[in-house]
């Protein structure tokens, strides 16, 4: 059974960078992509990026991290990273990392999700 962890998460000054890490225990061989996915306070879960496990298909990012966030892959580790460049204070929310385990159809949705890991907390003081 596919667990997600994600790490990395912390307090950083506005213009800073982090980087978190979504590591899969118990095998990765039905994840077909895997996303970010972000919830601020009072908001709704949206979709940050997501990267394909196998392949070489471009990644998809929200238009407000465009330019900014970096999603890569090291199949060997097991483990998916979300690179966050020019943090802003409105980045500020619980990153969550999912696995989808079909191919085709949208990447964007929440509901496309099957598995998700526990959260980790980014807050960007201004």
């Known amino acids: 059974q596919v667990q997600l962890v994600e790490s990395g998460g912390g307090l950083v000054q506005a213009g800073g960078s982090l980087r978190l890490s979504c590591t899969s225990s118990?095998?990765?061989?039905?994840?077909?992509?895997v996303g970010w996915f972000r919830q601020a306070p009072a908001k709704e879960r949206e979709f940050v990026t997501a990267?394909?496990?196998?392949?070489?298909?471009?990644?998809n990012y929200a238009d407000s991290v465009k330019g900014r966030f970096t999603i890569s892959r090291d199949n060997a580790k097991n483990t998916v990273y979300l690179q966050m460049n020019s943090l802003k204070p409105d980045d500020t929310a619980v990153y969550y990392c999912?696995?989808?385990?079909?191919?085709?159809?949208?990447?964007?949705?929440?509901?496309?999700?099957?598995?998700w890991g526990q959260g980790t907390q980014v807050t960007v003081s201004s």
């Open positions: 999912a696995a989808r385990f079909r191919g085709g159809g949208s990447v964007v949705g929440a509901s496309e999700y099957d598995c």
């Open positions: 118990g095998g990765t061989l039905n994840i077909y992509t």
């Open positions: 990267i394909s496990w196998v392949g070489g298909a471009r990644p």
